[in-house]
């Protein structure tokens, strides 16, 4: 049987190691994350101290130095930029290329089929219900008895057969971003690295903007602060995801429905999108990672 349209807002299970579900966002995330090292391990093969750098070196020394220039823009201060470049730089490379990797072709196409035999369970069910029947018609020798248990049958073997034929297409590859699970862990990292900036910046001094018994404002607004805290993670993780997983439902249904020229557009979009999405996760962690290394009277 062809397989419909699926679209499951969770990350589907292609496989199990050792107990461990390996979803498809993961093995795209895993991807992604190969990519950057391999192409940082190449790039380190090939790196010549020259005034004048060609090819790779050349690219590679352009996106450091555009993330350094970004960083260095925020936080006008040498030290903190080497600080928060390798973080800033890791969120937003790796985000984008997630995002932009959800628009090759292939990724969200290329499906395994799940679900095509179920001939144990359409056996069980049929035993089930030839039990059932023995049982009424032991216990009670009438005739309505038998037309209830044959009914029964005859519903358990329909139930069984369309089951036996259901059949679930899992795409192989899916964008992990369009995971909530990724896009939590990252939001949790984010905040995570924050507080280390700021317990390693300004000691546990850090946390009196968080604890203050100074006065019942200030007492107040530590609560605030705590409780912000708690919301970064939720706006970080929902506002990557919602963007991300709704361009990609999009651009499924209308390559379903018309897949020849109208869905070229749509890609432009979520190329514009998924750049976007990447800088504003990057640059609210510059954002919260500078302003962790201030204290609380400052900002």
Same mark, same amino acid.
């Given at each position: 049987?062809?397989?419909?349209?699926?679209?499951?807002?969770?990350?589907?299970?292609?496989?199990?190691? @050792?107990?461990?579900?390996?979803?498809?966002?993961?093995?795209?995330?895993?991807?992604?994350?190969?990519?950057?090292?391999?192409?940082?391990?190449?790039?380190?093969?090939?790196?010549?101290?020259?005034?004048?750098?060609?090819?790779?070196?050349?690219?590679?020394?352009?996106?450091?130095?555009?993330?350094?220039?970004?960083?260095?823009?925020? *936080?006008?201060?040498?030290?903190?930029?080497?600080?928060?470049?390798?973080?800033?730089?890791?969120?937003?490379?790796?985000?984008?290329?997630?995002?932009?990797?959800?628009?090759?072709?292939?990724?969200? *196409?290329?499906?395994?089929?799940?679900?095509?035999?179920?001939?144990?369970?359409?056996?069980?069910?049929?035993?089930?219900?030839?039990?059932?029947?023995?049982?009424?018609?032991?216990?009670?020798?009438?005739?309505?008895?038998?037309?209830?248990?044959?009914?029964?049958?005859? *519903?358990?073997?329909?139930?069984?057969?369309?089951?036996?034929?259901?059949?679930?297409?899992?795409?192989?590859?899916?964008?992990?971003?369009?995971?909530?699970?990724?896009?939590?862990?990252?939001?949790?990292?984010?905040?995570?690295?924050?507080?280390?900036?700021?317990?390693?910046?300004?000691?546990?001094?850090?946390?009196?903007?968080?604890?203050?018994?100074?006065?019942?404002?200030?007492?107040?607004?530590?609560?605030?602060?705590?409780?912000?805290?708690?919301?970064?993670?939720?706006?970080?993780?929902?506002?990557?995801?919602?963007?991300?997983?709704? @361009?990609?439902?999009?651009?499924?249904?209308?390559?379903?429905?018309?897949?020849?020229?109208?869905?070229?557009?749509?890609?432009?979009?979520?190329?514009?999108?998924?750049?976007?999405?990447?800088?504003?996760?990057?640059?609210?962690?510059?954002?919260?990672?500078?302003?962790?290394?201030?204290?609380?009277?400052?900002?």
């Amino acid at each position: 049987m062809a397989a419909e349209l699926h679209i499951s807002i969770s990350a589907e299970t292609l496989f199990s190691i @050792g107990g461990i579900a390996i979803t498809n966002s993961m093995l795209t995330s895993l991807v992604v994350s190969g990519l950057i090292i391999s192409f940082c391990l190449l790039v380190r093969t090939q790196l010549k101290n020259t005034s004048n750098p060609r090819g790779l070196q050349n690219f590679a020394e352009w996106i450091v130095e555009s993330l350094h220039n970004l960083v260095h823009g925020v *936080t006008g201060d040498l030290k903190k930029t080497r600080l928060f470049l390798p973080f800033i730089g890791s969120f937003l490379l790796w985000i984008l290329l997630n995002n932009w990797l959800g628009l090759l072709p292939g990724v969200g *196409t290329i499906r395994i089929l799940e679900g095509e035999t179920t001939t144990e369970e359409h056996a069980s069910i049929v035993e089930q219900v030839h039990a059932a029947e023995t049982e009424i018609i032991d216990d009670a020798h009438t005739q309505e008895s038998l037309v209830i248990s044959n009914e029964e049958l005859e *519903t358990g073997n329909e139930t069984a057969a369309a089951e036996e034929h259901a059949v679930t297409a899992i795409p192989i590859f899916r964008p992990g971003t369009a995971d909530l699970n990724t896009t939590i862990a990252l939001a949790l990292i984010s905040v995570f690295v924050t507080q280390v900036i700021g317990v390693n910046a300004l000691g546990l001094s850090y946390f009196k903007k968080y604890v203050n018994f100074s006065s019942p404002i200030m007492f107040f607004v530590g609560i605030l602060e705590l409780v912000s805290e708690f919301a970064k993670v939720i706006s970080f993780a929902f506002r990557l995801f919602g963007n991300i997983f709704a @361009g990609e439902v999009l651009l499924v249904v209308i390559s379903s429905l018309i897949p020849l020229i109208v869905p070229m557009p749509f890609y432009g979009l979520e190329l514009f999108v998924g750049f976007i999405q990447a800088l504003v996760f990057a640059m609210l962690s510059l954002v919260f990672f500078n302003m962790a290394t201030q204290s609380h009277d400052q900002h």
